[in-house]
């Protein structure tokens, strides 16, 4: 019998991963952050998903972390600086070789959550898809994007890839989760501090050619120093090609910034400069863009950790 999905964090990406397991006929439940915002779910009547103009309601179960059932799989949706903090909360219901997923951007955070739960198997998840909040308890989907998985443990794919299956969510389990983690870290890094400090949409960036080339050629070193040699391959083209193909859009740490909202800094361009620093090799200009960016942020109120 398949099990619950429990998940934790009702935001864009959990709502969307929620919606389509719900619509798959799978059992699913989100565990919410505390009564106030499991009564005003509650009083909204569930969970709407918006794709291609269609928007469906899916009355999904709902209940806070103290709970008491016991939880075999957690698909773990919020940001990454949440994830360690939110995931200790339900520790104690988590029951032996439970599996948890982690959809968080970027790198260190899922080490930490591994951390809180050393019982649990931890598998890690890589995604290109795009959702967006419109209001609370909706999530509007572009439809496109794909999810690699993979445990760096222990490459045995689980047996619920046929629920991801069933419910349409395009996925693939890799041996090579971390190379995957590290070429977007690398792309992310390339790409969106750069638009925030030029204030510029991805586009922009052509217009700053050599700044561009000088951090793939540091992210591409940084990446052969820590054993990834082939996240490396071809970055600078990659790069360049994403800022093309995306020209129009503003960056996701544009956007964040633009709305006030707290970055996933820390786990991108922060996690890169302490792994250079680590391995007894700082890259100047990545490290002169981070402290910038911090400066940035907290120029406007905005954390940085
Ligand atoms: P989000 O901010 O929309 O959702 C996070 C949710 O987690 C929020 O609803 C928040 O209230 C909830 N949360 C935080 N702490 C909690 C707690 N203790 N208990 C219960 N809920 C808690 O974030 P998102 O955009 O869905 O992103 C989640 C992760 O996925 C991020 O690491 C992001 O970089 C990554 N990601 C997002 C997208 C996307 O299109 N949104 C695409 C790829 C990757
Ligand atoms: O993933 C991105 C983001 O905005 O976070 C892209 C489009 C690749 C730019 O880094």
Redesign the pocket.
Known sequence: MSSTWHI?????????WACRLAQAGKAVRL????PQ?LQAYQRAGGLTLVHNGQAQRHAIPAET?DASTPIHRLLV????Y??P??VA?LAPRLVHNAELIL????LG?QDDVANQVPHARCVFA????????EADWQVNFAGH?FNWLGDPANPVPPDWLDDLADAAIPHQWTPDILTRLWRKLALNCAINPLTVLHDCRNGGLAEHHCEVATLCAELAELLHCCGQPQAAEGLQQEVERVIHATAANYS?MYQDVLHG?RT?IH?LLGHACRVASRHGRPQAHLERLYRRLVEHLNARGLPSD
């Not at 959809?103 to 970027?106: R, V």
């Not at 890589?126 to 909040?133: D, I, K, N, P, V």
Request: glycine share 14%.
């Open positions: 934790l964090g009702a935001g864009s990406l959990g709502s969307l565990v919410l952050r505390d915002r972390a949706a919020c940001k990454a949440d994830a903090k939110a909360r959809l968080q951007n970027g955070s890589s995604s290109t898809e795009g959702a967006f909040r994007g996701s909202r996933e786990y």
